[in-house]
């Protein structure tokens, strides 16, 4: 079992950048592929990237591609979401989530094991 928590949200202009981290103890961080998630004011919680369990492999959501950078630290049992040109629709609660399976392209909620209790990220326009 892993426990995450993130951290990193705030409130931001857009165009700005924010970084979020997510902390990830118990069972050992590198077994799990890391994800995240997020859920703007009224809709689903949808995906945003992943990352491989050894930092070789990612994936983003098509909105995210060129903006947004997953990244991960096994050594400190760290994962990061860099965002940066953030717009008002990037409003959301962002999640961390795990799920301990070799690497494959995850983008459903239901794939993901483990859950953070969530970020809130606001982007004023």
């Known amino acids: 079992q892993v426990q995450l928590v993130e951290s990193g949200g705030g409130l931001v202009q857009a165009g700005g950048s924010l970084r979020l981290s997510c902390a990830a103890s118990?069972?050992?961080?590198?077994?799990?592929?890391m994800g995240w998630f997020r859920q703007p004011p009224g809709k689903e919680r949808e995906f945003v990237a992943a990352?491989?369990?050894?930092?070789?492999?990612?994936y983003y959501a098509e909105a995210e591609k060129g903006r947004f950078t997953i990244s991960r630290d096994n050594a400190k049992n760290m994962v990061y979401l860099q965002m940066n040109t953030l717009k008002p629709e990037d409003t959301a609660v962002y999640y961390c989530?795990?799920?301990?399976?070799?690497?494959?392209?995850?983008?459903?909620?239901?794939?993901?094991?483990?859950w953070g209790q969530g970020t809130q990220v606001t982007v004023s326009s």
């Open positions: 990352i491989s369990q050894e930092n070789t492999m990612s």
């Open positions: 989530a795990a799920d301990f399976r070799p690497w494959t392209i995850r983008k459903t909620r239901s794939e993901y094991e483990y």
């Open positions: 118990g069972r050992r961080f590198n077994d799990y592929v």
